[in-house]
């Protein structure tokens, strides 16, 4: 994790701690996403009161690699209203200290940008995407009826509907297809780009 990362959350731990519950959706999703072990998610369950548990995870989450904070991000659907909070504030911070940020356009470099997104990463990815799935998919092109025959055809899975149109929008635009295109319709969707950075990390296709 990021030095600014781990900032902002030894920042806010005690804030955090009073308002999240953790083991309804948050642990589990990052236990699903390989950024808490098993033994890890039996300590934070050990824990006596749903504030120690948070803590506990806050604890854990600086030690678990470059992808835990973008992770946890995703893990607060529910708390949309902190994660913002976090956001802003982590954008803000650079301008703040005088460090320069990257601009948001430099990222991933043009190569990542210009490539087709594998099928894994197309799964994880749809995953991630929740219930705003179609608008995303809307904006890639993708028809309403295609999308109507997705979700008639994977009626228990929304993870099944949704990779199912991200692969119907990659076979009909080819080498168009590219990661640079998802990232304009995830941004138009009012997903932040960690979304993504989070799924090509895993593929090892980023290194800072």
Do not use: N
Not at 172 to 188: D, N
């Amino acid at each position: 994790m990021e030095p600014a990362h781990k900032e902002l959350l030894r920042r806010h731990r005690l804030e955090l701690s009073g308002q999240l519950l953790v083991s309804d959706t948050i642990v589990p999703f990052l236990y699903q996403e390989d950024i808490l072990t098993e033994a890890q998610v039996e300590e934070i369950e050990s824990q006596p009161t749903d504030r120690q548990k948070s803590l506990k995870l806050l604890q854990l989450l600086p030690g678990r690699g470059p992808r835990a904070f973008p992770a946890l991000l995703r893990a607060l659907e529910d708390y949309s209203w902190v994660r913002d909070k976090l956001l802003l504030e982590l954008q803000a911070a650079p301008g703040a200290t005088g460090e320069a940020a990257d601009p948001p356009d430099v990222w991933p470099p043009d190569s990542v940008l210009q490539r087709v997104p594998s099928d894994r990463e197309l799964s994880r990815l749809a995953s991630r995407l929740g219930s705003e799935w179609e608008a995303v998919l809307l904006d890639l092109g993708l028809s309403a009826e295609a999308l109507f025959r997705c979700r008639a055809d994977h009626l228990l899975s929304t993870h099944g509907a949704t990779l199912a149109a991200l692969l119907q929008w990659r076979r009909a635009e080819g080498k168009k297809a590219s990661v640079q295109r998802l990232l304009q319709s995830l941004q138009t969707a009012d997903f932040h780009p960690s979304i993504l950075q989070d799924v090509l990390i895993q593929d090892d296709v980023y290194t800072d």
